[in-house]
């Protein structure tokens, strides 16, 4: 087995990544893995921007009011307000790096001319930095561009993180410590390892836990499964965030049309072509998104339709064309026009509040070992995440751990040997119709019983079935040849039972976590949930 041997290894090429691994370049080697091309990540697809407190009629307090009212009492406000205040300056590295936001003038000197900031759910003034609406992947084609330049960088993408190496696994006396990760390369089917002594792991959120997602296909929670089986303490699971508006086609893969649209005056409208936002929330399609993702859930099963639909024609197609091109086209892709009908649109699982207990700094329980981004719980989202601060965190929290690793650097030790991959007696898979099962049967269970309503019967039968599938999977990881859709099986499973027994601890709602079993807030419920078992604890 090949061991490859850096400063810095950084688990996950999205935003978070590479924001840590530019910090980091300068001072040692650093390995950056992502599972698949550097472009495919949660952070290409962001559309609707960065949430940065930078107009003139705006103010880091009143942006931490906003993020605090979306938190249903759970954001910890000492941690929002230190990443909203760091927001203007980390947004200064990827402007000078190329990254464009749109300015209202295009004709005055760009530097000079306002931000044409937009608004979002939740926020009380527009303060949304953009490129267009293709903001993530404007972020991650410079930023990883830059990353491929640094000489001091070694990018290895179709690199799969199987599990981290620790110390306590590896039985060496003093306190659990990480010290790297096994890797899958997709291509040739080689296990490798990289040994580090510090990881920062940013392999992003799971959306694929749940049948219908915004989220790409590389979001399958395998940073969560990976420190879950690692003995981390992972938090606050059951605040699943369902993005309202998703285009209902099926071959859309549920693309987003982001909540800029709503922020830019569409209204939804049932099968019946009436309104309905009013009679839930007095702020309508600008309500925060739980409460629009479970309007139009309501809407749907009480009428028995399958769908609602986004009404922005008044805004007419020029508008549209420049202020949204890119959904603009792909609604066109699917035989839709804005400009000219309401188009189609579902809730869909879109974005994991929770993750792996960290602080602002990307600190985790174990040495060696930061996280930082959709994987990481600083406390930032609490209950519910505000539109369009999960980029600022990303971008906040990347930054802070590669600073924090190179103000506290751990004290040189002899590298561990790092012990070679077992196959035992592993075969590869002749049956690989039954990981695609298991997949399809995990995402529906999820969707079905741990949505956007859940009531504790529900719960109670979703981990019954979880349990069981988890424990075929576990047979599967012993007795074949590792596939990444086998891992990826393996990660999913995991995360849904995080999932279900967060939610299980919470008796009451808040939040994203609405159960008919406790429709009220409980006042003597405002902590974080913690699920913090032994390593390899309960997880396969
Ligand atoms: C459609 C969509 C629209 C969004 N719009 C917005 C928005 O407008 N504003 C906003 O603030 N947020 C938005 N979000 C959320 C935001 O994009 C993400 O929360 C954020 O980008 C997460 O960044 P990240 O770096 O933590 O993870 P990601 O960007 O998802 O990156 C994860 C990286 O980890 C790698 N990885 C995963 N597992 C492994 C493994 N086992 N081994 C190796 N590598 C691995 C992946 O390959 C990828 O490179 C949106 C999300 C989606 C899906």
């Excluded at 602002?360 to 406390?379: D, F, K």
Aim: net charge positive.
């Amino acid at each position: 087995m090949n061991v490859l041997d850096c400063d810095f290894l950084v688990i996950g090429g999205g935003l978070a990544g590479l924001s840590a691994a530019l910090e980091l370049a300068p001072h040692g080697r650093v390995i950056l893995c992502a599972k698949r091309h550097l472009a495919e990540s949660n952070s290409s697809y962001a559309q609707g921007g960065i949430a940065v407190p930078i107009a003139e009629d705006d103010t880091i307090e009143a942006h931490l009011q906003d993020t605090l009212g979306a938190g249903a009492g759970l954001t910890r406000a000492d941690v929002a307000r230190q990443i909203i205040a760091q927001g203007p300056d980390r947004i200064a590295a990827p402007e000078k790096w190329g990254v464009r936001f749109e300015r209202k003038s295009r004709s005055s000197r760009e530097a000079d001319a306002e931000y044409d900031l937009g608004r979002e759910g939740g926020h009380t003034v527009r303060r949304i930095l953009h490129s267009g609406d293709i903001t993530g992947s404007e972020l991650i084609r410079v930023m990883s561009a830059r990353v491929r330049r640094r000489r001091s960088v070694q990018v290895l993408e179709d690199h799969m993180a199987i599990d981290l190496i620790t110390t306590g696994w590896l039985r060496i006396p003093g306190g659990d410590a990480c010290i790297g990760a096994y890797f899958l390369d997709r291509k040739s089917g080689d296990i490798l390892a990289v040994r580090a002594p510090h990881t920062v792991l940013a392999t992003g959120g799971a959306g694929k836990v749940y049948l219908y997602t915004s989220n790409p296909d590389i979001a399958t929670g395998d940073g969560l499964a990976m420190a879950w089986r690692a003995g981390l303490e992972i938090r606050n699971m059951e605040f699943v965030q369902f993005h309202p508006t998703c285009l209902y086609h099926p071959e859309a893969k549920s693309f987003l049309i982001s909540e800029a649209v709503r922020g830019e005056g569409a209204r939804l409208l049932n099968a019946a072509g009436k309104p309905f936002m009013k009679r839930y929330d007095p702020r309508a399609e600008l309500a925060p998104r739980d409460i629009v993702a479970r309007a139009i859930d309501h809407e749907i099963k009480s009428r028995g339709d399958t769908c609602v639909y986004l009404d922005i024609t008044h805004k007419g197609e020029a508008f549209l064309r420049r202020r949204f091109p890119n959904i603009y086209a792909t609604c066109r892709q699917y035989g839709f026009n804005m400009a000219r009908q309401p188009i189609p649109v579902v809730p869909a699982a879109h974005y994991f509040c929770g993750g792996v207990a960290t602080d602002i700094q990307g600190r985790t329980g174990m040495a060696g070992l930061h996280a930082a981004g959709e994987v990481a719980c600083t406390g930032l989202h609490g209950a519910n995440r505000l539109a369009s601060n999960s980029l600022l965190e990303a971008l906040v929290c990347g930054h802070a751990a590669a600073r924090d690793i190179l103000e506290t650097p751990r004290p040189p030790r002899r590298r561990p040997r790092i012990p070679p991959w077992k196959t035992g007696g592993a075969v590869p898979s002749d049956e690989a119709v039954v990981v695609t099962h298991n997949w399809d049967e995990v995402r529906t269970v999820m969707w079905d019983y741990v949505g956007i309503v859940r009531t504790n019967r529900r719960l109670a039968r979703a981990l019954r079935r979880i349990n069981t599938l988890r424990r075929e999977i576990r047979t599967y990881y012993r007795d074949y040849l590792v596939t990444s859709d086998l891992l990826e099986l393996r990660n999913i499973a995991a995360v849904a039972e995080l999932v279900i027994r967060s939610a299980m601890l919470r008796r009451e709602s808040r939040g994203l976590h609405y159960t008919l079993d406790y429709p009220e807030p409980a006042a003597g419920m405002r902590s974080d949930t913690v699920i913090h078992d032994l390593p390899g604890g309960g997880a396969i």
